[in-house]
């Protein structure tokens, strides 16, 4: 049961994941842009949300953010990071990531 608390445990959860990581975004110094998000299931049936975000700020600011992205508490997976310099204080990453959603059988 514990383990259950890294997992979404359905996708209404993922509004809860949208908000954590909204909050970490001021407090890392970056903007946060939530592009998308979708369900999906993959080919093995796990059931998963896909999100892709825009996070904004200084070079060092974006490295650290996506670092921890990477250690959020919930099974997941970055797909795709795209970092570019917009200016030399300004940088842009794309991440695209997915976040397990547990499905309890009925």
Not at 20 to 49: C, F, K, Y
Not at 66 to 81: F, G
């Given at each position: 049961?514990?383990?259950?608390?890294?997992?979404?445990?359905?996708?209404?959860?993922?509004?809860?994941?949208?908000?954590?990581?909204?909050?970490?975004?001021?407090?890392?110094?970056?903007?946060?842009?939530?592009?998308?998000?979708?369900?999906?299931?993959?080919?093995?049936?796990?059931?998963?949300?896909?999100v892709s975000?825009?996070?904004?700020?200084?070079?060092?600011?974006?490295?650290?953010?996506?670092?921890?992205?990477?250690?959020?508490?919930?099974?997941?997976?970055?797909?795709?990071?795209?970092?570019?310099?917009?200016?030399?204080?300004?940088?842009?990453?794309?991440?695209?990531?997915?976040?397990?959603?547990?499905?309890?059988?009925?």
């Open positions: 049961a514990e383990l259950s608390g890294y997992f979404l445990e359905q996708e209404g959860d993922s509004i809860d994941f949208l908000s954590h990581v909204e909050r970490l975004a001021p407090e890392a110094g970056v903007e946060l842009q939530t592009n998308s998000l979708q369900s999906m299931t993959d080919e093995s049936g796990d059931d998963w949300i896909d975000f825009l996070i904004s700020g200084s070079e060092q600011r974006v490295r650290t953010f996506i670092q921890v992205m990477e250690n959020l508490p919930y099974v997941s997976q970055i797909d795709s990071i795209d970092l570019t310099a917009r200016s030399q204080t300004q940088w842009q990453a794309q991440l695209g990531m997915r976040v397990r959603v547990l499905a309890y059988d009925e």
